[in-house]
């Protein structure tokens, strides 16, 4: 394209930009309330305002017909709309797409319970990539293969499985559908081993059409948020496995594609579980690191200085810095009882109860591992204190975090100076624990174990305890857990 063609492209823009502005605003809405009546994210609506990209041919008739202009805004962008895209200048650079962790599977199907299929995407948490908490609606489950393998109207580059990327009308329905499978295998994630094919193998479709969408110089904005929320569920599944590397991997590639569109609360999450990795494998300084990161994502949400504080509590612990530990988590308990409603809305696991008890959890974690780093009995103490408040705030559903929290608080009594509380805990969910294949409760469990047996190996209660657990773990081969060479003499 010539500069003469650019510039007059560019100020075709900037017209229907001020044209947009002032329609918009005669019609008494904000950004917000015109992008969700249109189906796209606000942020289309400010950078078309501004004049800084051609507005998608599919928009601007929605534009019309929601603003009641009689075609005015489609008249302004007619002769530029003809003007062919210059490649790259509102994508992102495609070293993003590849290459990405595990194995090229195809994606399965039929690997959730339909029963879980939802009428529209919730109005917290899980957010459509276009609309955030706007409660979309979701196309019928029996819509999906076309969707994923529907024609190619406009006949641009193929995104998932021959979906047109020229055909921004169609891509909302696309983006919502693909959510909501992503919230049903979410419910379905940990029953068992199938989901991790289905998630990867859909998370790469996304990534391959969001690639496809950037070659045409249009940035996939909800492609990128959709795959960054993938991602983020590819690698808590592969964490929960024991994989790091994969795992990490994943996080890192989410982690991108989320700050190439600037989704915080994408990135607030993913550092979150980049640190729960990070301290599995015992390495303090770089969770610190992630946690810092995560008060810096966006110093006006509640949320996530709340999560910073947390997880920033928990990486002093295991350095044994107990006045850094103490100090955040005061600071994580005085952020959480600011937080509001928009914190709710992104974050709705951190609302109530619920989130007193993640509070509680993490605190309580956060004291027993400075108990086990600096033999502090009192910090033990307060830890059994923490955990216990969250145990009793657990829903009976949550299995899985109450075997978590058990192990925690039997290793807490142990740390405290109470062995026979620890065992009495801890023995009747022994063969639970060690038939679990994942990776937090095998460390909980080996931590507890390492407590008993290396300072009370010799009391009765502690030898049955341990006998128990040998026991256990004999002919199961898919247990990870890997006792000291102590309980092998």
């Known amino acids: 394209m010539s500069s003469g063609s650019a ?10 930009g001020r044209q947009l502005r002032s329609r918009r605003r005669a019609a008494g809405l904000t950004q917000l309330q015109l992008g969700l009546r249109v189906g796209y994210h606000h942020s ?60 090229d599977a195809t994606a399965g199907r039929g690997t959730w319970d339909p029963r879980l299929w939802p009428a529209r995407l919730p109005a917290e948490g899980l957010a459509c990539p276009l609309h955030g908490n706007a409660g979309c609606a979701v196309p019928d489950q029996g819509e999906l293969p076309a969707l994923l393998e529907g024609p190619r109207p406009l006949g641009g580059p193929a995104g998932p499985r021959g979906r047109s990327t020229g055909a921004a009308d169609a ?53 990128l948020r959709l795959a960054a929320q993938y991602a983020q569920v ?31 609360p994408a990135r607030a ?24 990161g995560i008060g810096e994502v966006d110093g006006k949400r509640r949320w996530t200085a709340t999560l910073s504080a947390l997880y920033q509590a928990r990486g002093h612990a295991l350095a044994g810095d107990a006045a850094e530990c103490r100090r955040h988590i005061t600071l994580a308990r005085r952020t959480f009882a600011r937080l509001d409603r928009r ?17 509680d959890s993490a605190i309580g974690g956060a004291l027993r591992d400075l108990a086990v780093a600096t033999g502090d009995r009192s910090a033990a103490r307060r830890a059994v204190e923490a955990t216990a408040r969250s145990c009793a705030r657990l829903p009976p559903q949550m299995r899985s ?19 026979g509380a620890a065992v009495a805990l801890a023995s009747p969910v022994l063969k639970e624990a ?43 081969a898919g247990s990870r857990l890997d006792l000291p060479d102590f309980d092998r003499r």
């Open 401 to 419: 975090a109450r075997l978590l929290l058990t192990l925690r608080l039997a290793d807490s009594w142990a740390c405290a100076g109470d062995p």
């Open 7 to 16: 510039e007059a492209a560019e100020a075709a823009w900037a017209e229907f």
């Open 269 to 292: 999450t993913l550092l979150s579980d980049m640190c729960t990795l990070v301290r599995l494998d015992g390495d303090a300084a770089t969770m610190v690191g992630y946690a810092r």
């Open 234 to 264: 590819a690698g808590r599944l592969r964490m929960e496995r024991g994989q790091s590397g994969v795992a990490m991997a994943w996080f890192g590639h989410g982690l991108r594609w989320a700050d190439a569109v600037e989704d915080a």
């Open 44 to 103: 289309l609506v400010s950078r078309l305002e501004a004049g800084l990209r051609e507005p998608p041919v599919g928009l601007v008739r929605r534009l019309d017909a929601v603003l009641e202009t009689g075609g005015e805004l489609a008249a302004v962008v007619a002769a530029p709309r003809e003007v062919p895209h210059r490649p790259g200048r509102l994508g992102v650079d495609p070293a993003l797409f590849t290459p990405l962790p595990g194995a």
């Open 434 to 476: 060690v038939r679990s294949r994942e990776s937090m409760v095998t460390a909980e469990l080996r931590g507890l174990h390492t407590r008993l047996a290396g300072t009370w190996g010799d009391l009765p209660d502690v030898r049955e305890y341990r006998e128990r657990l040998l026991s256990a773990g004999e002919g199961d």
């Open 171 to 223: 891509e909302p329905e696309l983006l919502h559908a693909l959510t909501a499978v992503l919230a049903c295998l979410i419910r379905e994630a940990f029953r068992h081993e199938g989901p991790v094919t289905a998630v990867e193998g859909l998370l790469r479709d996304v990534t391959r059409w969001a690639e496809a969408v950037n070659s045409t110089g249009r940035l996939p904005y909800g492609q």
């Open 343 to 359: 914190d709710h809305l992104e974050a709705p696991w951190l609302a109530g109860a619920e989130g007193a008890m993640r509070v």
